[in-house]
């Protein structure tokens, strides 16, 4: 059972920046993809940004040219930079690994985006 604890959330004024990290318990070698989700409150969880094995990202559109995301294997960890923040978006950050028939998460971490 591999763990997944995010790290990095807290309370920045709109326009400000946040780098949010997951670490895995474990190697995260095997996972083919790391996920950052969000949600806000009442609302369904969205997907936020993706990151595979090979390096390549993926992000929804409302979030592109305002976060990246890396990762760092040697680390057990996985990253989510989040700049230019604005009031409305979804507060509570998960962060989740795929692989072969395999996939977990963490208990998420809140960001708070104050105007």
């Known amino acids: 059972q591999v763990q997944l604890v995010e790290s990095g959330g807290g309370l920045v004024q709109a326009g400000g920046s946040l780098r949010l990290a997951c670490a895995a318990s474990?190697?995260?070698?095997?996972?083919?993809?790391m996920a950052w989700y969000r949600q806000g409150p009442q609302k369904a969880r969205e997907l936020v940004a993706t990151?595979?094995?090979?390096?390549?990202?993926n992000f929804r559109d409302s979030v592109k040219g305002r976060f990246t995301a890396s990762r760092d294997n040697a680390k057990n960890t996985f990253y989510l930079q989040m700049n230019n923040l604005k009031v409305e978006e979804p507060s509570a950050y998960l962060c989740?690994?795929?692989?072969?028939?395999?996939?977990?998460w963490g208990q998420g971490t809140q960001v708070t985006v104050s105007s």
């Open positions: 990151i595979t094995t090979d390096g390549n990202t």
């Open positions: 474990e190697s995260i070698s095997r996972f083919y993809t």
């Open positions: 989740s690994v795929m692989g072969a028939g395999e996939s977990y």
